[in-house]
């Protein structure tokens, strides 16, 4: 007697697990059927597997969009974490070739050694190449280097048919130009040719430089904006009256050749993590615990003021030295930060605005924060310039990234909701646009309104070309009505 | 300190340990030669040496340490090139996977080459030199892993042994024409030699070489990097051959 087996060089076939997915924030997603791949063929094969069940399909990186950007309530979701090899890394022009799970983290500590670093980084280091250029996301050098796209050479999308098409400037610009930033509702990135800049010192210079009010922040913005590499202010949006918008601009710039030689020995990747510990024993891990009950006790506002003031004491001692990742990876600093904000989690509102109409919406914005009861408690305001992607989110401007707590009871959560929609209006009234991997709050309606009647119509071609059937859905696509 | 000030010569410095130890001495202002193997890697790593430092203080010079007849010519060559040498770092480390049940002569044969005889090679030209001048520094990296013979890599850990009990005896022979040699055995380091393994407690390279460096300035004959490691290998020592074949370290 033989027992039938599948040949041992068969892939396996997709093992869809139920799960809970939910964006960074925890506010908001729900059960979906998730597949891990680990190569390109297993990508093609759940397409297949999805598409004969005629089911949707959500394609995902780490989860850190706070939304709904990966989320897909009742469907499938694609998990590239698991693909996160790069295939290769040229010494010599800092060019890396990353499957699509690759984190910043891996590329980093990949590039750095060869004194690279990458050319945008988020907050967080754990973003996915994936994920980094469906989002398209943006770091502290937006009004410098741009938006991470503009690092991009070339990638390679599987469409729901499985086929692969390469990109570039040069070869179907027009998807090229959508799918940067298109929210994965074009095909799924399968591999991402992607440069890095030259850097001469494992470590930047950074200055703290303490804003008095909101008008002071926009003033520092501009008087650095040629000057410095990276500029972004941590501001304080519990403060009211004369200190409303106050907070603390980091200005950080890079090395010149020979201008730090000490910083030599900070390309070893080991000297640039985020430390683990506090004080060298507590492990940050544990952290989280006392923001909670910073936030469950109503004390925001003073954590708020006394960071504030604490900025005075950098002020006076800068400059200093950091390295590249201490500097750029806040939001690693302590793991597991965003419980702080649990049972209900958080929304993060980032409202782009040109550069003529931020003073005056930003501050409206705040004081109805405030009057509403909904103060962010944390707020971040950085610079941009325009870039040649379709679903753009970047201007010639500024935003204002504002996380605020959801609560778990139904009436506070709607109140924030419609919060939201109210500030969402203004914002779109001054010409302004949103960024799909913050935003939890648009409607169908403001879709035209961020990009535009010519995008909006111009992508749903794209859309329905590549993707007639809808395969690639989100609960952000169903939201926004793509 | 060292007392050195010439040239330095780093044998495997295009990543790990070497790379950590030749930026380190760049950084203080010697002059360094790097030496390994991958010219591309070590071109890239010399070229950021010196763009970081805004001078010319590394120079790449590719060289497979397994070919130890060049090693006489190469070391002639570079003091033609950049001046007298009065110090060696020898780095370089080969440990390829091996299976608990694989004898394969060619991955040991490599491993005797670049780990044992490549270090003679590199070693004998250096000490004939520095023993005439009646002065120099040789410092050697060889493993806690040539402590025992262990089961999951035989020839690692004897031809690291052989590197040291080398060490050992030109540190007897050349103190007495005041050459220093220093055997260094580090302990877990991170490292591209060591990233398939999952090392606990690991040290990063450049805090490795600032020990090497430490023990180097200290006159160091043996050196555990970190220090903890002289303690752990001695109660590794201890263990009786009968019971340690039972263990899984």
Redesign the interface.
């Known amino acids: 007697m033989t027992t039938a087996t599948p040949p041992p060089d068969a892939p396996p076939r997709p093992t869809w697990r139920d799960e809970h997915v939910t964006g960074f924030g925890m506010s908001v997603g729900g059960p979906g059927r998730v597949f891990r791949p680990t190569g390109v063929e297993q990508i093609a094969d759940a397409f297949a597997d999805v598409r004969a069940q005629g089911g949707t399909l959500a394609l995902r990186g780490a989860g850190c969009s706070y939304g709904d950007a990966s989320t897909n309530r009742g469907g499938h979701v694609l998990d590239l974490t698991g693909m996160n090899r790069i295939r290769s890394f040229d ?2 022009s800092g060019v890396a070739v990353c499957e699509p799970g690759v984190t910043v983290r891996d590329l980093w500590r990949t590039s750095i ?3 690279y670093w990458p050319r945008v980084v988020s907050g967080t280091m754990q973003v996915t190449m994936g994920g980094a250029a469906a989002m398209n996301i943006h770091g502290k050098n937006n009004y410098r280097l741009g938006s991470f796209g503009e690092g991009v050479r070339s990638f390679e999308l599987m469409t729901p048919k499985g086929e692969l098409v390469r990109c570039s400037r040069e070869q179907n610009s027009d998807l090229f130009h959508a799918a940067i930033g298109g929210f994965g509702m074009l095909g799924c990135f399968t591999s991402l040719e992607i440069e890095t800049k ?1 850097v ?2 494992g470590r930047m210079r950074v200055w703290g430089i303490v804003a008095r009010d909101l008008d002071h922040n926009f003033e520092i913005l501009e008087d650095l904006h040629d000057k410095a590499d990276y500029l972004v202010s941590w501001v304080d949006l519990h403060a009211k009256g004369a200190g409303l918008g106050r907070g603390l601009m980091h200005r950080a710039d890079q090395m010149q ?9 900070f ?2 990747a ?2 640039q993590d985020v430390p683990m510990t506090l004080f060298g024993v507590v492990p940050k891990g544990w952290l989280w615990p006392g923001m909670w009950c910073a936030v469950a006790f109503g004390q925001v506002g003073l954590v708020n003021a006394l960071k504030f003031h604490a900025g005075y004491r950098e002020e006076r001692s800068s400059p200093y030295l950091q390295s590249h990742g201490a500097f750029h990876f806040l939001l690693d600093y302590v793991p597991r930060w965003q419980w702080m904000t649990k049972p209900g989690g958080l929304i993060q509102f980032q409202p782009f605005l040109p550069k003529a109409e931020a003073p005056r919406v930003l501050r409206k914005l705040i004081e109805l924060c405030q009057q509403r009861g909904h103060v962010p408690y944390l707020g971040v305001l950085k610079k941009h310039k325009p870039d040649p992607f379709l679903m753009t989110h970047a201007l010639d401007g500024y935003s204002m990234a504002m996380d605020i707590c959801v609560s778990k009871r139904s009436s506070r959560r709607d109140s924030l909701w419609r919060l939201c929609r109210q500030m969402a209006d203004l914002v779109l009234d001054a010409g302004g646009r949103f960024y799909y991997a913050k935003d939890a709050v648009l409607t169908e309606s403001s879709f035209p309104r961020v990009h535009g009647d010519a995008a909006v119509s111009a992508f749903r071609d794209l859309k329905q070309a590549w993707d007639p059937d809808g395969f690639f859905q989100t609960d952000l696509s169903r939201r926004m009505g793509v | 300190m060292s007392g050195c000030s010439g040239t330095c010569v780093v044998v495997g410095a295009s ?1 790990g340990i070497g ?2 130890v030749a ?2 001495l ?2 203080s202002g010697r002059k360094v030669a790097m030496l390994a193997r991958r010219a ?2 070590l ?3 010399a ?3 010196n ?5 010319e203080l590394a120079r790449p010079y590719p060289h497979d340490v397994a070919a130890a007849d060049d090693a006489e010519a190469l070391f002639a060559r570079i003091e033609d090139e950049w001046g007298e040498v009065d110090e060696l770092h020898f780095v370089a480390g080969l440990m390829p996977e091996v299976a608990p049940d694989e004898f394969d002569l060619d991955k040991d044969r490599l491993q005797i080459e670049v780990n044992f005889l490549g270090a003679v090679a590199w070693c004998n030209a250096a000490a004939r030199r520095f023993q005439s001048r009646g002065r120099g520094c040789i410092v050697g990296v060889t493993s806690v892993a040539q402590d025992r013979g262990r089961v999951g890599r035989p020839v690692y850990n004897a031809s690291k042994a052989g590197m040291d009990t080398y060490l050992e005896a030109l540190r007897n022979r050349l103190w007495r024409r005041g050459v220093q040699v220093t055997t260094v055995r580090p302990g877990f380091v ?1 490292t591209p030699m060591t990233s398939g393994l999952q090392l606990k407690g690991a040290i ?4 490795a ?1 600032e020990l090497i460096l430490k023990a180097r300035d200290g006159g160091k004959a043996i050196a555990y990097v970190p220090a903890k490691w002289r303690l752990i290998m001695l109660v590794i020592r201890s263990i009786p051959s009968f019971l340690f074949r039972r263990l899984s370290i």
């Open positions: 010494p010599q050694g060869y004194g030259r001469h010192s050749p020979g201008e730090d030689p000490d910083g030599l020995r390309f070893d080991s000297l | 990543s790379l950590a930026r380190r760049a950084q591309g890697e071109d890239a790593q070229s950021l040496v763009e970081a430092l805004g001078r991170e990063a390279a450049d805090r070489a």
